[in-house]
């Protein structure tokens, strides 16, 4: 997502390193990785001028827009970062946020629409395309407004003052005159989105905001006496949201403030059919206004909530009943809830308090009792356990909330079953269960992996985390892993977004083998071992669903649950898949089973049209990330702890940890 300490600090987040390019180039997929700099109110104002801020003041004069309006929209839109030609998760482009949305962002991006026949109508919006609109009021060419800061600058001010024209016919020298154009400058077609987007931008004229960027200082002085015209709104003809009521629990401070209609769309779910079953927890990479900002912003990314890390605050800003692109995979945006916390991930144990702990559990208990969503981590799973829509898609998935949000003490906020660390023979299934505060491990942080500018090396980190190091043998020496979709026959990293190599707390296994204090089990296609000394990091697991090759043959592996072809009704465009390439369920492994087999299906915004198709896929935890399978394709298995599949265990720090409730697939069907 994007601009602003807001939007350019989110997209940090949203485009992360795809990890095999990461350590070469820290090529980005879908863009290049941007950093987000602190930014400093109340500051003494700097003195001399810069060359960036000569350009805002060239700019401001050449089209009669005030000075101290232009250098806040950009302040809101970018913190004034000119960011080299690169653009954001949602295609904007330099210190002035000019969009410019290909089809191919769309599918790379939140929407994670690869596959899908809409891509081109999503692109298409002309609230993602302002780069053309600032090329013909000013007639510079589209690749110069997207790569030269002074051009961008001066296409921003050419936007405002077209949009103040058309507005109140005349270029005002009273900034609080500007209300609506700048209101307008937000591209939101609702009224509450560009209400709070004007409403900041004028803060920050009346406050002022000094910041150094990559290009120099840049300054604007405060001006307590403007009063912006907040009667013009109506000019616009905006209409507001359809729910400002919020979908939150008593017990948690909550507003409602709109996403942009372009990060998401409208739907009924469940009543339509298409069923909530997953909660996604994320961060922002940002500051929380800064993150809200993003949110309201055309082209990229929304999530349903946002949690302030001071106290638990929370803003919804879509509705439960629609789809938010938050996941990068439409078919998880399909089924699931998106809840953003701000924070860092480079950074998380310091960003995650107990207050948006303790909110953000009230919110999800909320959720689930509503939606009937089991408590337990295949249903509340991290941004990091999304599956990739698609082969080329999958390196570049996001990485949070990272190793530092601590699952175990957010799932007992929950209030989900403990038990004693352990672990069964071979063929019984584990919860990787280690004690967070207990369970240092060590990471390599990267100034691209630290979008606070707080990082200016790469640095080995020793941090409470909550996964455990998986190696290809029983062996501390041992090369750990490497994803085939990272590293392919190359070992991994411990590089704090190699999520390849790694396995989280509440994620489930079927065990593969014992060595001492070491435990395997089948991830990712492959045989893989982890340090478990006397079953410490881990808690058996029972009545769990899994899964194995149906036949001798490998079983294809998916990312999205489309119908095939032939099932959409005449005159509705199908989605597309494939298997993703690199992975796939070789016969004598055995993978758990996060929840029921669920059909296949699809949905038509325009229409409302939602298609389901006859075949069945179970969603199980493959690796790091779940995956799918075709329900046709396995065998699959109930397994339960019994007298004679006694786990191991000792005395563990912490004494317990949890593990899934036992009646999770209550009801489900087995075969063999």
Known sequence: MTTSNARRGHASKRRRPALLAAFAALAVAGGAAVQVPALATGEAAPTGTTTLQREYTAAADAYHVPRQ?????????????????QHSTDGGYGPMHLTDVTPAMMAAGDAGAAGRAELAKLAADPALHTVQAAAKLTGLSAKRLRTDPSANIRGGAALLASYQKAGTGSLSTDPGNWYAAVARYSQSTRRQGAEAFADRVFATVKKGAHRTTAD?????????????????LASLHLK??????????????????????SNGQVSNRPANGIRIDTIVIHDTESSYDAAITTFEQAGGAAAHYVMRSSDGAVTQMVPTKDLAFHAGNYSTNMHSIGIEHEGYAAHGATWYTEAQYEATAELVKYLAARFDIPLDRQHIIGHDNVAGPKSSLVSGMHWDPGPSWDWNHFMSLLGVHTGPHGVGPVGSVVTI?????????????CPSDDPTGATTACTDTPQPSNFVYLRTEPSDTAPLFGDQAIHPGAAGTDRINDWGSTAAEGQQFVVAGQDGDWTAIWYSGAKVWFYNPDGC??????????ITAAGTSPVAVYGSSYPDAAEYPSGLSPSTQAPLSMYSVPAGQAYVATRAPSLTDDFFPSSGRVVTGAKAMYTIQYNHRVALVYASDVTSTDVWRSADRTPTGGWCPGGHAFWAPPNQFEGMSSTS
């Not at 507001?240 to 209609?261: D, G, K, L, Q, Y």
């Not at 990091?537 to 899994?546: C, L």
């Open 69 to 85: 309006v232009l250098l806040a929209v950009a302040y809101q839109e970018s913190a004034w970062d000119t960011h080299a030609g």
């Open 433 to 445: 269960a280690p004690r967070f505060d207990d369970n240092v491990q060590t990471v390599q942080i």
């Open 216 to 232: 120099g200082r840049v300054s604007l002085a405060a001006d307590s006496n403007v009063r912006p015209a907040t009667g013009q």
């Open 537 to 546: 990091n881990t808690a058996p697991a029972q009545g769990v669903k899994v």
């Open 240 to 261: 507001s949201a359809a729910n400002t009521e919020t979908e939150c629990p008593t017990t948690v401070a909550c507003t409602f403030v709109p996403a942009a209609a």
